[in-house]
């Protein structure tokens, strides 16, 4: 059974508007939440966290917001530029659990941002 | 420069030759885990290492072993792979109970 559940495989996005991106997960466990970012040929690259004792946190163009009680937490960028086309997973971990932060990742959305 | 090195990138293999790929990670971090990414399946956990000594089984061990005799190496071996180990395969490295890794450029694997 998926921990961690990205309903959407891809998402299409104009340049300057804003991209959402969604993650959905079970495990009330998971304290720590993460978002990479994945260019082809290349490792993902981490790009922003959030723990479970906030509910939003942003870094310039990216905010993450997490809704504990839904089990929901989103990526919002603006504005959207043609470099953020990538592939992004979204991360759970249990950091003081028995496997002390093992990250649960998502399937991944694509965004494509059109110019 | 803080990094986690995967050797090789790319590599073409026959059923059943054994075959490793290695992982070292320059940051001192205790907590080490393989990956593999498939299509549609996003990225799934193979193995993972908390320290030196210490390892556990991710979501897919099958047909994979691992060890960590060293901090810094946390080495893939494949002792018989098969067609269905054809993947692009990732190392990440982290402190441990940070949550935070860092990946290698990955390796590409094809078995014939």
């Known amino acids: 059974d998926q921990q961690v559940k990205q309903n959407s495989p891809s998402l299409s996005v104009q340049e300057g508007r804003i991209s959402i991106l969604n993650c959905d997960y079970t495990?009330?466990?998971?304290?720590?939440f993460l978002w990479y970012k994945k260019y082809p040929a290349e490792g993902p690259t981490f790009l922003i966290s959030i723990s479970s004792i906030k509910d939003k946190n942003e870094d310039g163009r990216f905010t993450v917001f997490l809704n504990k009680s839904a089990k929901h937490l989103s990526l919002h960028i603006v504005p959207s530029q043609p470099g953020d086309s990538a592939v992004y997973f979204c991360?759970?971990?249990?950091?003081?659990?028995?496997?002390?932060?093992?990250?649960?990742f998502g399937k991944g959305t694509k965004l494509s941002v059109k110019p | 420069e803080a990094q986690v090195t995967q050797n090789p990138r790319y590599l073409i293999t026959v059923t059943g030759k054994k075959l490793t790929v290695t992982c070292s990670q320059n940051?001192?971090?205790?907590?080490m885990s393989w990956y593999r990414q498939d299509p549609g399946l996003g990225l799934r956990q193979i193995y993972y290492s908390m320290n030196v000594e210490v390892t556990d089984k991710g979501d897919v061990p099958e047909g994979y072993k691992v060890s960590r005799k060293e901090k810094r190496n946390f080495p893939l071996i494949l002792e018989s792979p098969s067609p269905n180990q054809t993947s692009l395969y990732f190392c990440a490295s982290s402190l441990g109970g940070t949550g935070k890794a860092f990946f290698g450029q990955g390796t590409r694997l094809t078995v014939v």
């Open positions: 940051m001192n971090h205790e907590y």
């Open positions: 991360a759970a971990s249990d950091r003081y659990g028995g496997s002390q932060g093992n990250l649960i």
């Open positions: 495990n009330s466990m998971f304290d720590y």
